[in-house]
């Protein structure tokens, strides 16, 4: 099954503590994407790959990391995370290493950050 | 810098009735693309539509269509006879030259029986 595979779902943590969410998709889709869902803001970009080895600030990069050694993967990372870096986060991949192609979104992973 | 806007923050309808919800956007590019994308309570994402920005014509899907006018920067949703199932909040997006996503803010959409 064609998907977007994003882990943890759920993570209660404290500021401070380094934490990684993973994602993974089987798909062979070149561009790859992180999202943040906030009430009343809808969902920001944070970092976006376009292919291995290339990734690029989203609108809003402060805090986070990425790497995008493999195909498939792209972790993001959370060095010393922070109380608002609470969020919803989502992973999402497309076909070709451009944002004009409609993304497959994982199921999302919520972050509390205390 | 490219901005989406969805004034309406929630809606509520009664079934059967028709809705369009509202997508603004602003960018100086003269190449983008305008998504729509629905999240259900569930909570997940799917893909409803893609545009580019050369391409004005309308289009429908069933019971969906979508009216992009680039004179005034915007590409509105119509739901018609919305059914119980269309609750969800629905997202409109813009991609730019640079492969860049901005998402608006969403609406709610509620649909009682």
Known sequence: EAQVTQNPRYLITVTGKKLTVTCSQNMNHEYMSWYRQDPGLGLRQIYYSMNVEVTDKGDVPEGYKVSRKEKRNFPLILE??????????????????????????????????? | AQKVTQAQTEISVVEKEDVTLDCVYETRDTTYYLFWYKQPPSGELVFLIRRNSFDEQNEISGRYSWNFQKST?????????????????????????????????????????
């Open chain 2, 73 to 113: 920067s915007s590409f509105n949703f119509t739901i018609t006879a919305s059914q119980v199932v269309d609750s969800a909040v629905y997202f409109c997006a813009l991609s730019d030259n640079f492969n860049k996503f901005y998402f608006g803010s969403g609406t709610k959409l509620n649909v009682k029986p």
């Open chain 1, 80 to 114: 010393s995370p922070s109380p608002n870096q609470t969020s919803l986060y989502f992973c999402a991949s497309s076909l070709q290493g451009y944002s004009n192609q409609p993304q497959h979104f994982g199921d999302g992973t919520r972050l509390s950050i205390l």
